[in-house]
């Protein structure tokens, strides 16, 4: 199985403070890896490593045989890492097919013009469809989150990193929005999954758990779920 992600050695902070230290993992194809931690653990600093949007202070980050530390964030785009971000950050007073059309990178169509990338996004959420000419800003939550995935779809990454896709939604549309990253990685795409939402251990091929920036727990879905530390600590289960 191809590797389409290789974190080594990754330390990275803010000013003084050294928010990840010594972080190595490996995605491969097809893969969902879950990175979980309290508030305040390091995950999301690790995705913004990834995509460009900090420098780190050490380490190296490998995604399609290239070094992705250095790169803005949309050269790491080109090369097949898409991020969704906390917040869905969608443009409000755009329509949901023009943030799908402002998104799309004709040098990682993969052959598909924007029309055909548009309809599989539509053929994914249907619901997108309804509201394909509504304002994003007059949309749910949970719609909006449907959007922001989608919007990171429109090129056909090879990653699709999501930061707490379930943040702010109601148990029934966060448990639609993991129903639809489980059909997304059967389709070849690989996951690296941010969360604080139990349910996220039931996509998970493997994953870590990070206190204070350390990892202090890894290994594969079974071990993450027979953990202690993850029930206690992560779960808030005994």
């Given amino acids: 199985m191809s590797e389409v992600l290789r974190v080594e050695g990754l330390s990275a902070g803010y000013g003084d403070l050294i928010a990840v230290h ?29 995509t460009g949007l900090m420098s780190p202070r050490q380490g190296r980050i490998i995604a399609g045989g290239a070094e992705l530390i250095g790169k803005k964030a949309h050269e790491v785009a ?12 969608v443009f409000t007073h755009l329509s949901v097919e ?13 052959g598909r013009t924007l029309r055909q990338a548009i309809d599989e996004i539509y053929a994914l959420f249907p619901r997108l469809s309804e509201r394909r000419k509504q304002h994003a800003g007059t949309m749910s939550g949970g719609e909006q989150q449907m959007l922001a995935i989608g919007r990171a779809l429109m090129n056909a990454p090879d990653l699709l990193m999501l930061d707490e896709p ?6 029934l549309m966060a448990e639609l929005v993991f129903e639809r990253l489980a059909v997304i990685r059967a389709g070849g795409t690989s996951i690296l999954l941010v969360e ?36 206690r600590a992560y779960l808030g289960t005994n």
């Fill in 98 to 110: 023009e943030n799908l059309g402002v998104s799309f990178i004709d040098a990682r169509a993969k």
């Fill in 22 to 50: 010594d972080v190595s993992f490996s995605i491969g194809q097809g893969d969902v890896f879950v990175l979980l931690g309290a508030n305040g653990a390091g995950k999301t600093t690790i995705l913004r490593c990834i």
């Fill in 196 to 231: 604080q939402n139990s349910s996220c251990l039931e996509l998970a091929d493997r994953g870590l758990m990070l206190a204070n920036g350390h990892v202090v727990l890894a290994g594969d879905r079974a071990a993450l779920e027979d953990s202690d530390m993850v029930r």
């Fill in 166 to 171: 379930s943040l702010g939604l109601s148990p």
């Fill in 78 to 89: 080109k090369l097949g890492v898409s991020h969704v971000p906390e917040g869905r950050r």
